[in-house]
Nanobody, 121 residues
């Protein structure tokens, strides 16, 4: 069974920093894109940042210059360094990964359980 386990959320004041981690465990052949999404109160889930296995990165405009996504392929882990946090960054942050499994090299999309990030003003 494959799982994505997130950690690193919490409460921080505006202007502060947090670092999220997401580790994939289980029988995994390879992982294609890994990314972070978030869902704020009363809002739809939105993409924050995504990184391919080759290191190509895309950010949402709202976090460019403040957040940095990275991954450690050897550890099947993706990180999100969040700096200069704003109250509008308050949301549940979800890890997402496209994971290749099985003898037929089938691709599956997995989500983490979510971690709360709260930024106070």
């Amino acid at each position: 069974q494959v799982r994505l386990v997130e950690s690193g959320g919490g409460l921080v004041q505006a202007g502060g920093s947090l670092k999220l981690s997401c580790a994939a465990s289980g029988i995994i052949l390879s992982i294609n894109p890994m990314g972070w999404y978030r869902q704020g109160p009363g809002k739809q889930r939105e993409l924050v940042a995504i990184i391919t296995s080759g290191g190509v990165i895309n950010y949402s405009d709202s976090v460019k210059g403040r957040f940095t996504i990275s991954r450690d392929n050897a550890k099947n882990t993706v990180y999100l360094q969040m700096n200069s946090l704003k109250p509008e960054d308050t949301a549940v942050y979800y890890c997402n990964a496209e994971i290749i499994r099985g003898s037929h090299f089938t691709s599956y999309v997995y989500w983490g359980q979510g971690t709360q990030v709260t930024v106070s003003s």
